[in-house]
Protein backbone atom coordinates (compact mmCIF):
# COMPACT_ATOMS: atom_id res chain seq x y z
CA UNK A 1 0.00 0.00 0.00
CA UNK A 2 1.09 3.52 -0.70
CA UNK A 3 2.63 5.25 2.15
CA UNK A 4 4.03 8.92 3.05
CA UNK A 5 5.53 9.08 6.58
CA UNK A 6 6.84 12.49 7.71
CA UNK A 7 9.32 12.94 10.78
CA UNK A 8 9.68 14.01 13.29
CA UNK A 9 6.11 14.14 14.41
CA UNK A 10 6.88 17.42 16.70
CA UNK A 11 9.85 19.91 16.17
CA UNK A 12 10.39 22.80 18.82
CA UNK A 13 13.12 25.08 17.45
CA UNK A 14 14.75 28.42 19.00
CA UNK A 15 14.63 31.24 16.10
CA UNK A 16 17.37 31.05 13.82
CA UNK A 17 18.01 27.70 14.62
CA UNK A 18 17.95 25.64 10.78
CA UNK A 19 16.53 22.18 10.71
CA UNK A 20 15.25 19.85 8.97
CA UNK A 21 11.70 17.91 8.07
CA UNK A 22 11.91 14.61 6.00
CA UNK A 23 8.98 12.78 3.98
CA UNK A 24 9.61 9.46 2.87
CA UNK A 25 7.38 7.86 0.46
CA UNK A 26 6.87 4.41 -0.42
CA UNK A 27 5.09 4.82 -4.05
CA UNK A 28 5.78 3.61 -7.70
CA UNK A 29 5.27 6.01 -10.52
CA UNK A 30 5.46 9.41 -8.62
CA UNK A 31 4.09 11.89 -10.66
CA UNK A 32 4.51 14.93 -8.03
CA UNK A 33 5.32 15.49 -4.62
CA UNK A 34 3.83 18.36 -2.76
CA UNK A 35 4.73 20.38 0.23
CA UNK A 36 1.92 22.57 2.15
CA UNK A 37 2.09 24.54 5.19
CA UNK A 38 -1.24 24.49 7.33
CA UNK A 39 -2.02 26.93 10.43
CA UNK A 40 -4.65 25.69 13.27
CA UNK A 41 -8.06 25.28 11.95
CA UNK A 42 -6.92 26.22 8.22
CA UNK A 43 -6.69 24.92 4.78
CA UNK A 44 -3.25 23.53 3.59
CA UNK A 45 -1.77 26.40 2.10
CA UNK A 46 0.76 25.65 -1.30
CA UNK A 47 4.59 25.84 -1.15
CA UNK A 48 6.61 23.55 -3.68
CA UNK A 49 6.32 20.76 -6.02
CA UNK A 50 8.88 18.76 -7.12
CA UNK A 51 8.58 16.08 -10.08
CA UNK A 52 11.84 14.36 -10.03
CA UNK A 53 15.15 13.39 -8.13
CA UNK A 54 17.53 15.90 -7.56
CA UNK A 55 14.81 18.79 -7.93
CA UNK A 56 15.41 21.90 -5.40
CA UNK A 57 13.23 24.93 -4.96
CA UNK A 58 13.34 27.70 -2.77
CA UNK A 59 11.15 30.30 -1.07
CA UNK A 60 12.16 32.64 1.55
CA UNK A 61 13.48 30.63 4.65
CA UNK A 62 12.55 27.21 3.09
CA UNK A 63 14.12 24.48 0.57
CA UNK A 64 12.54 21.67 -0.34
CA UNK A 65 14.65 18.86 -1.96
CA UNK A 66 13.79 15.65 -3.59
CA UNK A 67 15.30 12.10 -4.25
CA UNK A 68 14.16 9.13 -5.23
CA UNK A 69 12.86 8.17 -1.60
CA UNK A 70 12.24 10.81 0.41
CA UNK A 71 12.01 14.92 0.38
CA UNK A 72 13.46 17.15 2.48
CA UNK A 73 12.07 20.49 3.77
CA UNK A 74 15.10 22.70 4.76
CA UNK A 75 14.40 25.72 6.92
CA UNK A 76 16.80 28.11 7.85
CA UNK A 77 17.36 30.46 10.21
CA UNK A 78 13.27 30.32 11.65
CA UNK A 79 11.52 32.46 12.43
CA UNK A 80 7.76 32.17 15.07
CA UNK A 81 5.79 33.13 12.06
CA UNK A 82 7.38 29.48 10.62
CA UNK A 83 5.57 27.80 13.29
CA UNK A 84 2.81 25.35 11.72
CA UNK A 85 2.07 22.34 10.15
CA UNK A 86 3.86 20.99 7.63
CA UNK A 87 2.41 18.33 5.16
CA UNK A 88 4.02 16.18 2.95
CA UNK A 89 1.91 14.54 -0.20
CA UNK A 90 2.56 12.80 -3.46
CA UNK A 91 0.06 12.22 -6.16
CA UNK A 92 0.91 8.62 -8.04
CA UNK A 93 0.84 8.17 -11.78
CA UNK A 94 -1.82 5.80 -11.33
CA UNK A 95 -4.37 7.51 -10.05
CA UNK A 96 -6.29 11.15 -9.37
CA UNK A 97 -5.70 11.72 -5.35
CA UNK A 98 -3.27 13.18 -3.11
CA UNK A 99 -1.90 10.98 -0.18
CA UNK A 100 -0.86 13.00 2.63
CA UNK A 101 1.83 12.18 5.64
CA UNK A 102 0.36 13.10 9.15
CA UNK A 103 2.45 15.97 9.43
CA UNK A 104 5.49 17.18 11.37
CA UNK A 105 4.08 20.30 13.97
CA UNK A 106 7.00 23.54 13.61
CA UNK A 107 7.29 25.43 16.61
CA UNK A 108 9.89 28.27 16.67
CA UNK A 109 10.13 29.72 19.67
CA UNK A 110 11.63 33.57 20.26
CA UNK B 1 -8.14 35.89 -8.14
CA UNK B 2 -10.14 34.56 -6.08
CA UNK B 3 -9.11 31.58 -4.64
CA UNK B 4 -11.04 28.49 -3.55
CA UNK B 5 -13.79 29.26 -1.28
CA UNK B 6 -15.99 27.11 0.89
CA UNK B 7 -19.41 27.40 2.95
CA UNK B 8 -19.98 27.28 6.06
CA UNK B 9 -16.90 27.83 7.86
CA UNK B 10 -18.64 26.30 10.60
CA UNK B 11 -21.16 23.57 11.24
CA UNK B 12 -22.82 21.46 14.67
CA UNK B 13 -25.17 18.86 13.69
CA UNK B 14 -26.43 16.08 15.70
CA UNK B 15 -25.92 12.24 15.03
CA UNK B 16 -28.12 10.74 12.23
CA UNK B 17 -29.02 14.18 10.64
CA UNK B 18 -27.98 15.02 6.94
CA UNK B 19 -25.30 18.02 6.10
CA UNK B 20 -23.98 19.38 2.98
CA UNK B 21 -21.08 21.67 2.41
CA UNK B 22 -19.80 23.36 -0.91
CA UNK B 23 -16.88 24.75 -2.56
CA UNK B 24 -16.28 26.82 -4.99
CA UNK B 25 -12.70 25.69 -6.97
CA UNK B 26 -10.07 28.71 -7.71
CA UNK B 27 -10.52 30.11 -11.35
CA UNK B 28 -9.82 28.59 -14.15
CA UNK B 29 -10.01 25.42 -12.01
CA UNK B 30 -12.01 22.60 -13.28
CA UNK B 31 -11.23 19.49 -11.28
CA UNK B 32 -12.74 19.26 -7.44
CA UNK B 33 -11.74 16.90 -4.92
CA UNK B 34 -12.63 16.58 -1.52
CA UNK B 35 -10.59 15.48 1.72
CA UNK B 36 -11.32 14.97 5.38
CA UNK B 37 -8.91 15.59 7.85
CA UNK B 38 -9.42 14.74 11.56
CA UNK B 39 -7.63 16.33 14.71
CA UNK B 40 -3.75 14.99 14.43
CA UNK B 41 -3.96 13.39 11.15
CA UNK B 42 -3.18 14.41 7.40
CA UNK B 43 -6.41 14.68 4.75
CA UNK B 44 -7.90 11.58 3.33
CA UNK B 45 -8.92 11.69 -0.06
CA UNK B 46 -12.72 11.07 -0.05
CA UNK B 47 -13.32 11.61 -3.91
CA UNK B 48 -12.59 13.84 -6.98
CA UNK B 49 -15.04 14.63 -9.59
CA UNK B 50 -14.68 16.01 -13.29
CA UNK B 51 -16.95 16.95 -15.72
CA UNK B 52 -19.89 16.49 -13.88
CA UNK B 53 -18.61 13.04 -12.94
CA UNK B 54 -16.74 11.43 -10.16
CA UNK B 55 -13.55 10.00 -11.03
CA UNK B 56 -11.97 8.51 -8.60
CA UNK B 57 -13.13 7.29 -4.72
CA UNK B 58 -11.34 6.79 -1.62
CA UNK B 59 -11.78 4.47 1.33
CA UNK B 60 -15.05 6.06 2.54
CA UNK B 61 -18.72 4.60 2.92
CA UNK B 62 -21.61 5.56 0.30
CA UNK B 63 -22.62 7.74 2.93
CA UNK B 64 -20.25 10.39 1.43
CA UNK B 65 -21.85 11.38 -1.91
CA UNK B 66 -20.87 14.38 -3.85
CA UNK B 67 -21.94 16.66 -6.86
CA UNK B 68 -20.28 19.05 -9.43
CA UNK B 69 -22.33 21.60 -11.33
CA UNK B 70 -21.53 22.83 -14.96
CA UNK B 71 -19.73 26.19 -13.31
CA UNK B 72 -17.33 23.71 -11.56
CA UNK B 73 -18.39 24.31 -7.86
CA UNK B 74 -19.57 20.98 -5.88
CA UNK B 75 -21.39 20.08 -2.95
CA UNK B 76 -20.24 17.08 -0.15
CA UNK B 77 -23.13 15.40 1.40
CA UNK B 78 -22.72 13.19 3.96
CA UNK B 79 -25.75 11.04 5.53
CA UNK B 80 -26.71 9.65 8.90
CA UNK B 81 -24.05 11.33 10.51
CA UNK B 82 -21.80 9.23 13.18
CA UNK B 83 -19.94 11.12 15.84
CA UNK B 84 -16.65 9.88 14.24
CA UNK B 85 -17.88 12.21 11.22
CA UNK B 86 -16.54 15.39 12.91
CA UNK B 87 -13.67 16.85 10.93
CA UNK B 88 -12.40 19.32 8.96
CA UNK B 89 -13.53 19.01 5.42
CA UNK B 90 -11.24 20.30 2.55
CA UNK B 91 -12.25 21.31 -0.59
CA UNK B 92 -9.13 21.62 -3.32
CA UNK B 93 -9.03 22.17 -7.43
CA UNK B 94 -6.84 22.17 -9.72
CA UNK B 95 -7.14 22.01 -13.57
CA UNK B 96 -8.35 18.80 -15.26
CA UNK B 97 -5.31 16.67 -16.61
CA UNK B 98 -5.04 13.73 -18.40
CA UNK B 99 -3.81 10.45 -15.98
CA UNK B 100 -1.43 9.77 -18.52
CA UNK B 101 0.46 12.43 -18.37
CA UNK B 102 3.75 12.61 -16.33
CA UNK B 103 3.68 15.67 -14.52
CA UNK B 104 0.85 16.55 -11.25
CA UNK B 105 -0.86 19.73 -11.39
CA UNK B 106 -1.21 21.55 -8.29
CA UNK B 107 -3.77 21.12 -5.63
CA UNK B 108 -5.24 24.24 -4.02
CA UNK B 109 -7.34 24.28 -1.36
CA UNK B 110 -9.77 26.31 0.72
CA UNK B 111 -10.42 27.27 4.41
CA UNK B 112 -12.07 24.23 5.13
CA UNK B 113 -15.71 23.40 7.10
CA UNK B 114 -15.35 22.36 10.73
CA UNK B 115 -18.26 19.73 10.87
CA UNK B 116 -19.20 18.85 14.93
CA UNK B 117 -21.63 16.33 15.23
CA UNK B 118 -23.06 15.74 18.80
Known amino acids: EDQVTQSPEALRLQEGESSSLNCSYT??????LFWYRQDPGKGPEFLFT???AGEEKEKERLKATLTKKESFLHITAPKPEDSATYLCAVHMSSNYKLTFGKGTLLTVNP | DAGVTQSPTHLIKTRGQQVTLRCSPKSGHDTVSWYQQALGQGPQFIFQYYEEEERQRGNFPDRFSGHQFPNYSSELNVNALLLGDSALYLC?????????????????FGPGTRLTVL
Open chain 1, 50 to 52: LYS
Open chain 1, 27 to 32: VSGLRG
Open chain 2, 92 to 108: ASMRGIPLGRAMADTQY
